[in-house]
């Protein structure tokens, strides 16, 4: 039996705290990544097969991150307190929001070229956000009942068992969530660009250095 279901049936709203700190946790986060990202060495070189090939796999990692994000609010915005939303990428896992997140966060810790950023990343990600899925699961428990647990046994949380989304010909979207949705994940690629010019100041500065 999951910890979610024993907190609902026991009614104890354990672990609202998780959603109530995410921002200010992903905050220090990012402020941690950032002092590491300038006070500490590339752990590879850009300019070699390998280094090129982690900088393309970071890449496509975060474009895959933010097309999934936006896919999965054409889904859930808007929906996510009234209802339970089970097609679309919710078709596939529970949390694909928080799965696309991962891939981001993932790609822009090999941006870095640092090994400290990306396992602090991932470390951070997979550490503290389970804790807010298991709050956000209690809720919709508490509020949906039956039919969520019915919906929990048939989908997995964070690894799909397939890949077959369940796309309607027809959804109702709402724009400004979506539109708000599209704005966010903006965020992944103005922290990818900040990270290149970083980067490229690097390699400038040691070309510098060599003259």
Known sequence: MSISVLTRRRGVPVLSWAVQLRQPVSLLVIVACTIFMLSTPASWPQHTLVGQT?????????????????WCSVYIS???EDRIVDVGPYAIVRNPLYAFSLLGAIGLGLATRRVSVLVLLVVAFLVYYPLVVFAEENKLLEKFGHI???????????????????????????????????????????????IELVVAGEGVQRIIDIF
Do not use: N
């Open 148 to 194: 969520y647990e019915e919906y929990m046994r048939h989908t997995p949380r964070f690894w799909p068992r397939r890949f077959r989304p369940i796309e309607p010909d027809l959804y109702p979207t709402r724009p400004r969530h979506v539109r708000r949705a599209l704005q966010e994940v903006l965020w992944f690629f103005w922290a990818y660009l900040l």
């Open 78 to 80: 808007g929906y996510k």
């Open 54 to 70: 982690l900088s393309a796999i970071a890449f496509v990692l975060v474009v895959i991150a933010a097309l999934g994000r936006v």
